[in-house]
């Protein structure tokens, strides 16, 4: 029985997260959230209601003449321009989207942030950020938000950042799952407010480049099979993300795909300060190395292993396939 | 005269807006709104070229590849970049893919949802039409959602993942697949294929696209057995096909080409194809809250919101090509495309609610043969990328391709090594433009000028739906 209320509001964003969503599969998402027992009031994308009465259910929330079990926060918050939240209003009712969000978070048992856009601003605060948006509880890297550092919804918890650009489906869905069943604590959730059961995990983990990792056998242009760390911007050992052990849409990656991680559930990722697609460096050496490495160890060993790389792992670092297949190994080697 | 203003507005992409005049049983007068602005063009200025390829995909998620491939196409512009053939077979094939899976998703998602809506629960229909269409709960729904996830495979194998992926590039691909991966690919293109003819069409996908009248898809398409028919028989009781009727100009700028032979032709059509004037576009602010400006080519456009003033009604800006209004989409693509069954339908009743439709669903045979057709040219072993050229210090770049919606242009200009000009103008700003200075409606505000305002209908009338939605909307597009 669908008794778990929830309410999803799009903000400045693009959908993608959403459409992602969309994704899920086995079984498909409608089937998905109904299983979990959640009972969707209003979807802007997905519902079949428009108009008065959406306008309605939103004040009947807003009042809480209606339950509110969770919020779901799509996109960033519009704060512009001056102030006014203008930049991104609802639709019919006059009001800014951002008012609307600071009413409803107020009634909402759980407020949950998709994607990079909703939990720190994301690439809608990108460059000098044109509509000044900013996150549900973090402005870029910074606690605050439109909600502020001290907020907590009426379950006890601060807003869930289920951060990525757009965000895995199975990472929404399985938060959802955990709250609905009551089991999501503080404990559950890292430094950032993000779920760590994909953020425990670094995007390098099971990243099918590993091996040319390890003899620093880099690519040194896109489509080639080699580690993109070392020239072509990849920032996968230090981005929180399981995305190489829990793969997309039926078994990709942004590494599998041939191009970098650009650590899009980070807060800021959106302004590397550099190029995305190509590293960094300082005196030949990339900056932005591993975070829980000391660098003078990381420019030793990866000297050490470049001068062990095996020549296949030289070859086909710079091939868009594979030119050498590994060696068979037999145990009886006179045969 | 009454005055209704309509939001928010479900099942279309972003915050979208109308206001209607209602003079008895008619809608008098429209204007249509788009309320949200985010700013992309300014946050390219004084980035890398390059990084428009993270940056611009994120304006949308539902045509994110088509904003990658206008943006690797300006930039290829910029560089002299040549993709090697199997890099513009994998491009075409994500590009295609997404096209295919909007195609898809709009139809099952979006549009046929309207059906289900309580102001028709008097029809004899309405039972058997809910229980298919109904959103999130009928039992469509659900069979759309599986196909189109395992069809988004494709994109798993050749794009890393879906929406904004980085593998298309001015080179090419990023992706190289490999004999068993193109064997993979097949498999998932037959598996749509035989969803999409068993399910949506009840035909083979060559008899839908050697169609050229409509007659001849109505006795293709059983109405109780195939989600096309079940259209039809609704479009035929409702008479969709007089509903929502636009203007007479249509545009596109064509694409997915392959080898100097491109699937969907470029140009304007009227009466007649007319070849493409793409210096004569131009964008208007008269009605939108910019700061004031005449009207600009995107080549020199800015984009400067002011607040919400009474000059204006929407963030969205008015592209007029030659100083016309333009409809684009399918509809409008097949029509410059000398598509037999476009002319049909133009013929017959102009761009209208069904026109728009069913040129959607042919388009979704038309790209999945495409498909199957582009994974068996791939060579495994032959490159996919060719290295990316130096980005020069000065220089222009023009990006144009076709997005599901219609026409999306990418106008790039670089100093000094970096953007200093982006300007995008995106499929819905042309569909969902405010007035120009000539006070012209756009074309969404044409279409829903008469459109019925039925006794059953509450606040909001379900022909306006009808309408809004035969145009598929992407409001996140629209204003960027
Ligand atoms: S986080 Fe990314 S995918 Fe999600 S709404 Fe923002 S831009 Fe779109
Ligand atoms: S490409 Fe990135 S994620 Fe993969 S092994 Fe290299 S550094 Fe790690």
Redesign the pocket.
Known sequence: MANFNMLWLQSS?????TM?LLCAESPPLFEQLSWQGINLLWHPALSEASGQEVQSLLSDLEQGRESLDLLCI???VAQGPDGTGDFSRLPGTGRSMMSWLQGLSTRANYVVAV????AYG???AGGDNPSDATGAQYAGERLGGLLGEAFRSRGGLPVINIS????HPQWVLESLASLVRGEMTLQDLDELGRPRSYTDHLVHHGCPRNEYYEYKASAQQHSQQGCLMEHLGCIGTQAHADCNIRLWNGGGSCLRGGYACINCTAPEFENPGYGFLSTPKVAGIPIGLPTDMPKAWFVALSSLSKAAMPARLRENALSDHQLMAPKIYYKNKRR | MTQRIIGPFSRVEGNLELRLQIKEDRVAEARVSSQMYRGFEQMLEGKKPIDALVITP?IC?ICSVSQSVAAARALADLTGAKPPPNGVLAANLVHACENLADLFTHFYLFFMPDFANPAYRNEAWYGRVAERFRAVSGSAAGDALSARAELLHLMGLLAGKW??TLAIQPGGSTRSIDASERLRLLTVLRRFRAFLEKTTFGTSLESIVELSQQDQWHQLSEPETSDCGRFFALSRNLKLDQLGRGGNAFMSFGGHAFEGESLFAAGLYTDRWQPLEADAIAEDVSHSWMQASPPRHPREGATKPTGMDDNGYSWCKAPRLNGRVIEVGALARQSVNGNPLALDLLRSGGANVQSRILMRLWEMARLLLAMENWAELLVPGEPFFEAGLASPQDGEGVGMVEAARGSLGHWMRVRNGLIDRYQIIAPTTWNFSPRDADGQPGALEQALSNAPVRKQDDENPVAVQHIVRSFDPCMACTVH
């Open positions: 964003g693009c959908g993608g997260c992602s799509e996109g960033a994607g990079s856009c909703a994301g690439v809608s990525g650009c757009p965000i | 994120r998620g929406p904004h």
